[in-house]
């Protein structure tokens, strides 16, 4: 999908255009590190769900973004950049592939990039580049494959805190972010680097900090703020490294936001340029030839990684699907027009509703879906006036042209869905379901139009927000009310069974979870709530079964596996659940559970140097728990190192003033050190904190008697 290099390329991309071509299939061919020196170096910097026309560099006059504003100066700014897919996941996918959603297979959050996929950071890091990446949202976190390529995948998101919440919620600040990947430049920006950022910050709810919650208020725009203010922070300390004369850096966005167009609240459910329009701006390294600031034709996130590798001098893949874009700003003549291609199953996935798909191309965009849809962009942006009656001629001849983009592009194999191994079968039977070899929805193309639905589904969007804000009443209400009148909606079943664990109505929430399971014997949610429901009723045999189920139907499903973990400790099976705690770190390296968990166990059989690095682990994962500080200092008491041990019952007592066990640990070191008086005091706080905790009382007359 590449151009020849044009005579106007600058020189760092004429000298590496001589390297020696190498066709990129499953492996890449590496090359050494010298062949890299000179390169430029690469960031790129997405943020999640942010539309191009709430920047100021845009056009948006309501709200100032200065930081980002002063990305597109000595760069260039494209007018009409469009995203693939209006979902996180499969948009990154195909920013970092350049490859079709229907071809990659991954159309939905959720799924897993197989192994071995061709990425702008496996063929950077093949020709010498230090690669890392810095998430902000646990939807890209490593276990979904997009860490292909990466040296280093900073995705520690703690989801011990956020049992029950939506997965997608889960998200790190930007400044959090940006920190790491500031400290990770520290050490290694001294040759030519690739560094992938993801903020994810507008994307609901709004996370902001106290102070600019109160002087900006809640909201979109407030958020868009914060974010503009991380990375002009950001900008200021690249330019203070002197990084930015050989830095090559792109920002963008994966999707954009509802905002109430088109009676959409978020993103997902339709494919209208409220979602779909990106922003995209190439800021080119110091002595740069002269590329235009700003190109008004549509282009797509599938030319972002053939245009980084023609800027820099090295071949194309032949996986690519998009093309470069350095012709189309070199062009003296004007170019063909290019197709863009849109798509979301969201709809379809989660609400029984139709799929959609769309193509770009010139002025006009077409909309494939029951109810079909023409749109002139050019006189229309806002998508309000369908002309598919009026011009029906023009429609068909593009939807003739979508299909042939559909054909044209056949789905790689890693796509396929992969047929299910004789374990998960045998799994799925013994506990009575039939298990099939995917998913048992009904065409992509039926369903009801999405637009004959955009009611009932931003009425489930309420009762989500509902629940995560702890008014569950009310959520359950919403949702009955929905599955009154389609009782087969499975993920409205599942949301209406958490809101009812949540209340601990848990026979009530295993109706809905089987249910699920009667419709989609494959669906991983229903197998661990049901499984959650079943331990929580204190039938820990039929707990087990369904978390087996769900870690054979998904093996990276972490929570699961904790629980089952969890269930094997409450059993006294300590080396099953090491087995599943050490499993879970080849999922998630840095998982809070599973070192914490470990970590108990080594102090317990007195593996001194494993408890300490198992709770280490934990605590950098997550600095505020008080129970891995006092578990790390038990282990220091129990092997004599007081001072240690007292140290980390301090921090655990300041984390957690009521905290009766580390009261008591605290106690046992002064009694060790004949401190009676001090002993006395800390006995007697654990028994403020906890009239009944026994051990704390048994000290105290134990202290008396030997007075």
């Known amino acids: 999908m590449g151009r020849k290099i ?34 430029p170096s690469v960031i790129l910097i997405s943020v999640d769900t942010l539309r191009a026309d709430r920047l100021s560099c845009y056009g948006y006059r309501n709200l100032r973004t200065p930081g980002i504003d002063t990305i597109s100066q000595g760069g260039t700014l494209f007018w009409q950049a469009n995203a693939q897919v209006p979902l996180t996941l499969p948009s990154h996918v195909s920013l970092l592939t350049s490859t079709y959603p229907f071809v990659n297979g991954i159309e939905d959050n959720g799924q ?44 520690s998101f703690d989801l011990r805190r956020r049992a029950g919440g939506d997965p997608g919620d889960i ?17 290694n920006s001294a040759r030519p680097f690739f560094v992938f950022l993801h903020l994810y910050d507008l994307h609901t709810p709004y996370t902001l900090p106290p102070g600019l919650r109160r002087s900006q208020g809640p909201g979109y725009d407030a958020a868009l703020s914060y974010v503009d203010q991380v990375l002009g922070n950001f900008w200021k300390y690249l330019a203070q490294r002197d990084l930015l004369k050989k830095t090559l850096v792109i920002f963008t966005s994966d999707h954009g936001e509802g905002l109430r167009e088109h009676d959409e609240s978020t993103h997902g459910y339709f494919i ?7 922003p995209l701006i190439f800021r080119w390294p110091t002595g740069t030839g002269t590329y235009p600031a700003r190109l008004d034709e549509p282009v797509s996130l599938l030319d972002v990684a053939p245009t980084v590798l023609q800027f820099l001098g090295l071949p194309q893949s032949p996986q690519f699907q998009g ?143 509902l629940a995560s804000s702890g008014r569950v009443v009310e959520s359950s209400e919403l949702l009955k009310q929905l599955l009154k009148k389609d009782p087969g909606l499975t993920d409205v079943h599942i949301s209406l069974g958490l809101s009812q664990q949540k209340q601990h109505q848990h026979n009530e929430a295993i109706q809905h979870f089987r249910e699920v399971l009667k419709k989609d ?39 699961a596996e904790e629980l089952l973990g969890t269930i094997c400790l409450e059993k006294k099976d300590h080396e099953r659940a090491k087995s599943h705690f050490n499993h879970m770190l080849t999922v998630s390296p840095g998982d809070f559970s ?38 790390l200092g038990s282990s220091f008491l129990r092997r004599g190192e007081l001072e240690r041990a007292r140290g980390e019952f301090v921090e655990a007592i300041r984390l957690q003033p009521k905290f009766a066990w580390a009261y008591y640990n605290l106690g046992l070191i002064f009694r060790q050190q004949k401190k009676h008086g001090e002993a006395n005091r800390a006995f007697r706080q654990a028994l403020a904190a906890d009239p009944t905790f026994r051990p704390a009382r048994d000290a105290l007359e134990r202290l008396r008697d030997s007075n």
């Open 323 to 465: 093309r470069s874009l350095l012709g189309l700003m070199q062009r003296k003549a004007p170019a063909p027009e290019a197709e863009v291609y849109g798509e979301s199953r969201y709809g379809h996935n989660h609400f029984g509703v139709s799929s959609l798909r769309s193509l770009r191309l010139g002025r006009y965009k077409y909309i494939e879906a029951p109810k079909p849809e023409l749109y002139d962009l050019s006189r229309d942006p806002d998508e309000t006036r369908n002309l598919y009656a009026a011009d029906r001629s023009l429609a068909l001849a593009y939807r003739e042209r979508l299909g042939a983009v559909r054909s044209r592009f056949q789905p790689q194999q890693t796509a396929k869905p992969a047929a299910l191994s004789p374990d998960v079968v045998a799994k799925l039977s013994s506990l009575g379901y039939v298990a099939l070899s995917g998913s048992q929805s009904a065409p992509a193309e039926s369903g009801l139009d999405p637009k004959d639905r955009i009611a009932e589904y931003e009425q489930y969007g309420r009762a989500i927000v």
């Open 594 to 631: 599973a070192h914490y968990n470990l970590g108990v166990m080594a102090t317990l059989e007195g593996r001194w140097e494993e408890s300490t690095r198992h709770l280490n682990e934990a605590l950098r994962a997550d600095p505020q728990s008080a129970e891995a500080h006092n578990t």
């Open 171 to 187: 998200k790190r600040s930007g400044e959090k972010v940006v920190r790491f990947a500031r400290q990770w430049l520290e050490e």
């Open 6 to 39: 044009s005579s106007g390329m600058s020189g760092w991309a004429l000298v590496c255009s001589m390297l020696t071509t190498s066709v990129f299939l499953v492996g890449i061919s590496a090359v050494s590190t010298a062949e890299t020196q000179g390169l």
């Open 521 to 559: 014997p494959l669906n991983v949610l229903a197998h661990f709530n049901l499984g959650v429901s079943y331990y929580e009723m204190r039938q820990a045999d039929e707990a087990v079964k369904e978390l087996e189920a769900a870690l054979a139907i998904a093996p990276y499903y972490t929570r």
């Open 272 to 278: 209208y340029q409220s979602t779909m329009w990106v």
């Open 112 to 155: 897993q990039l197989g192994p071995n996929v061709v990425t702008l950071a496996t063929i950077l890091k093949s020709r010498g580049y230090a690669t890392a990446a810095f998430v902000g949202g646990f939807v890209l976190d490593r276990r979904f494959g997009l860490n292909q390529g990466f040296d280093f995948y900073d995705s």
